[in-house]
C-alpha cells in the first residue's frame, strides 16, 4: 500500500487543526466584516425602506464591478502559496508586489464608473429616493477600489505564508473604525455632516484604506523583509504579472459572472418590485451573511491550503483537507440556517427598523436559505479549493453556464412567469445552488485540475506536481 492510499484513508475529520489554524483567523477575520456590513444595513434601516433597499442594491453593484481588477489580485494566494510550498520565498514578495500593481486598475475603473452611475442606476426601474440614494452611495464607495484590490493582495500574502493573524487583527480594527465612521457620518455626530447613505459608503472607504495601511506596514516591517525580501522586490515584473494575469483573468471573470449575476438578480429582478421587496432582500441577504461568510474565511483557507500541498506535490493531502473544511463549513452553516429560519422573524423585528411587510417577507426569503445551506458549504469550499490548483478556466466557463443558462432563466421563470415576486426569484436561486454544488464537487473529486502547471517561468526540478513538462500548461 502506497503513501498517497493510505493518506487517502485518513478519518473523515483528520486536519481539522491545520483546517482551523489558517482559515480560523481568517474566519474572525470575515465575521467582523459581516457584522460591520450588518451594522451598516442595520444603520441605514433607521434612515427609511427606501435607504436600506438602496445601500443593499448600490453596495452588491459597487463591489461586482470591482471583481474585474480584485479577481485577478485575488490569485495572489495561490502563487504565493504553491511558492511557499516550494520554498522559493523572494517569490513570495514579487507576486504580492505584482498584485498590489494590478490594483491600479482600481483607479482607472472609478474614472470610468463615476459618470455611467447616474444611467447605470436609472435603468434599473426603482423609485426616484432609491435611485438617489443609490447614486449617493455607489459613487463614494467606487473612490476605495485601489485600496480594495491592495487589500485583496496584501491579505494573499499573508494567508498563503501561513501568517492569517494579521489580516485577521487588520479586519477587526477596520471594521471596529467602520462602526465609529458610520455613526458620525450617517447621522452627523460630533458636528459632521449628516450624510445619510453617503456616508455610509464613506465610513467603508476610510476603513479600507485603514486596512490596506496596517497590512502593508506590516508586509514591509523588517521581520518579513528579511524571510521574503519585501522591500526589495517591489520592482515591476512582467513575465510574473503575465503569469498572474493568465491564471487570475479567468478566475476574475468567474467572480464577476459570479457576483454580477446575483446584482442582476437584485437589482433588476427583485428591485423591479417594488422598495418592500428589495429591502427584505437586503435584510435576508444580510443574515445569509452571517450564515457563509465565515464559510467564505475557510474558503481562502483551504486555496491556501491547497496550493501549500500541490507546491509540496502531496495531491491525496490537498483533497482530504477539502473535505475536511466542507464538513466544518456544512455543519455551521445548516446550524445557521435552521436558526434563521426558526427565529428569523424575532430577529429582524428586533434589530432592523422595518415595516412588517418587510419582516413578513425577509423571514420567507430566510426560510428558503435554510434549505441550500449544506449546499452552499459544498460550493464555497469547492470553489476555494479549485482556486488554489489554478483551476481558473474552467471556472469560467462553468460560472457562466450556470449562473446565466439556469439561476436567471429560473429566477425570471418563478418570479414573473408565475408573478411570485422575490419569493419566486428566491426559489430559482435555491434550485440552482443545489444543482451546482453537485457540478463544483464532481470536478474537484475528479482531479481534473491535477495536470495544471501555473508557472511559465520555473526550474526544470519544479514543473508540474504531476509530471506534467509543458511550461504555461493554465490548463489541462
Known sequence: MTATQVRLQEAPWTGTR??????????????SYTIMEFVDKVMCSYLGTDALAAVGSAGI?????????????????TFVAQCYGREEYELCARYCWQGMYISILGIVFAIILWPLAPALFGSMGHNEVVTRYELEYFRVRVL?????GATTALAGFFQSVSKPRIPMYAAIIANTTNILFNYVLIFGKFGFPRMEVAGAAAAT??????QCIVMLWCFLHPHFDRSYQTRSSWAFDWKRLREMITIG????ISMFLDVANWWIFTSFIIGRFGAVQLAANTIAVSFMHIGFLPAVGLNHGVATIVGQWLGRRDIARAKARTYTAIRIAGVYMVIMGLTFALFGNILISVIFRAEMDVVRLGHKLLILAALFQAF???????????????????????????????FLPLALIFAFYFQWGAFGAWMGATIFIILLSGVLFRRFQGEGWRHINIFTHTSPESVSLAGSTE???AQE
Open 376 to 406: 452552499d458549504a459544498v460550493n464555497i469550499i469547492c470553489v476555494g479549493a479549485l482556486k488554489g490548483a489554478g483551476d481558473t478556466r474552467w471556472m469560467m466557463y462553468i460560472t457562466f453556464i450556470m449562473s446565466y443558462l439556469v
Open 249 to 252: 483573468m479567468p478566475a476574475a
Open 61 to 77: 453593484a459597487s463591489f461586482t464591478l470591482c471583481t474585474l481588477f480584485m479577481g485577478i489580485a485575488s490569485i495572489v494566494t
Open 144 to 148: 476605495g477600489y485601489f485600496f480594495v
Open 471 to 473: 511550461p504555461g500548461c
Open 205 to 210: 472607504v476610510l476603513s479600507t484604506v485603514l
Open 18 to 31: 491545520e483546517v482551523l489554524s489558517i482559515s480560523g483567523p481568517l474566519i474572525l477575520g470575515m465575521l
